[in-house]
């Protein structure tokens, strides 16, 4: 089983391809695996956003600009969660996948809508996550090959980092895994996109920005059938322990925004969309209206076996964890 298995990822893997040395896009998207990204985050262990990114990261020769770390109503205890990402790097490191940057703690609320909905008269928090933002994209950041800021969280520090400086929203792209798709284009509710429903709209309206609300079955990237193929390192029994505290759930895996990036050709339908400010309610951000002319992408369906194998070919190539 365990060798049929095997066989049947390294064959979908051997699909995986990708178009380097040109400067148009590799895939549906304007960015691409040559980009850097800054994962944004709450809880450590739900699904495997850290764990696609580093690996991804390694095979593209392309450092992790920065991890920013919050809380959430699932995952409250910042504390905690940091810890459990500062345990992710260390096993990262220690397994040769290089100099994974520590993650942030990010502190600040939810963000307030002012009564005549001005952007601009919105109380920032000045979050160390918005200031992790601002830096990496002065950094590393610029309007023709930008920082993208990969979420799986609320969308509070991106926010947060706008209204500190509107520069940074012609420096970065803004990716996210969050809400779902609707009948007239998407809806940014749950997941993630009810935590902070004023952040939504101003990421929406004021960033290049992608929502990927195409969800997969994350529990298959980790079947029990082969976890003893895991590499025999730190990395290998990190994912091993982790892999019963994965949710359950075909909307929970943040992942997807790290694949929409890191793996163009996991992307297999994207719409336009406009954001809707009207439409935003206590419960969820903006409404994301089909529009041909739109400003703002939807990613709707994705090639998860795809994702599942460039997962395992990763994992098992030796070349991976070398230093």
Not at 34 to 43: E, K
Request: overall charge negative; charged content about 15%.
């Amino acid at each position: 089983m365990r060798a049929a298995a095997l066989s049947l990822v390294l064959l979908a893997a051997c699909s995986v391809t990708l178009d380097g040395g040109s400067d148009h896009p590799h895939g549906r998207l304007p960015v691409d695996e040559r980009n850097p990204i800054l994962l944004a985050n709450d809880g450590p262990y739900d699904n495997l956003q850290g764990e696609y990114a580093v690996l991804l990261a390694k095979a593209n020769r392309l450092p992790l600009a920065g991890i920013v770390v919050g809380s959430s109503p699932a995952w409250p205890d910042l504390e905690s969660n940091v810890a459990g990402w500062r345990r992710f790097v260390d096993a990262a490191r220690a397994s040769g996948l290089g100099d994974v940057p520590y993650p942030t703690a990010s502190i600040g609320p939810p963000l307030v809508r002012p009564a005549d909905g001005d952007v601009d008269k919105t109380v920032a928090n000045a979050s160390e996550g918005a200031h992790l933002i601002i830096d990496a994209s002065t950094r590393v950041g610029s309007k023709s090959h930008p920082l993208v800021i990969v979420t799986g969280a609320r969308l509070t520090d991106v926010a947060d980092a706008y209204l500190l400086d509107h520069g940074v929203a012609d420096r970065v792209f803004v990716v996210s895994s969050l809400g779902t798709v609707a009948a007239a284009g998407g809806a940014m509710g749950m997941p993630n996109g009810e935590m902070d429903p004023w952040a939504d709209a101003i990421v929406a309206t004021r960033f290049r920005y992608v929502q990927v609300s195409a969800f997969y079955d994350q529990l298959a990237d980790l079947p029990t059938s082969i976890l003893g193929m895991l590499p025999a390192n730190d990395f290998g029994a990190w994912i091993a322990a982790k892999q019963t505290r994965l949710y359950d759930l075909h909307q929970a895996a943040d992942q997807v925004a790290v694949l929409a990036v890191g793996l163009p050709a996991f992307v297999a339908e994207v719409a336009m969309v406009s954001a809707d400010p009207g439409g935003l309610t206590s419960g969820a951000g903006p409404p994301l209206i089909t529009d041909a002319a739109g400003p703002a992408w939807l990613v709707t369906g994705n090639a998860s076996a795809l994702a599942t194998a460039r997962f395992w070919q990763l994992l098992l190539d030796p070349a991976t964890f070398i230093p």
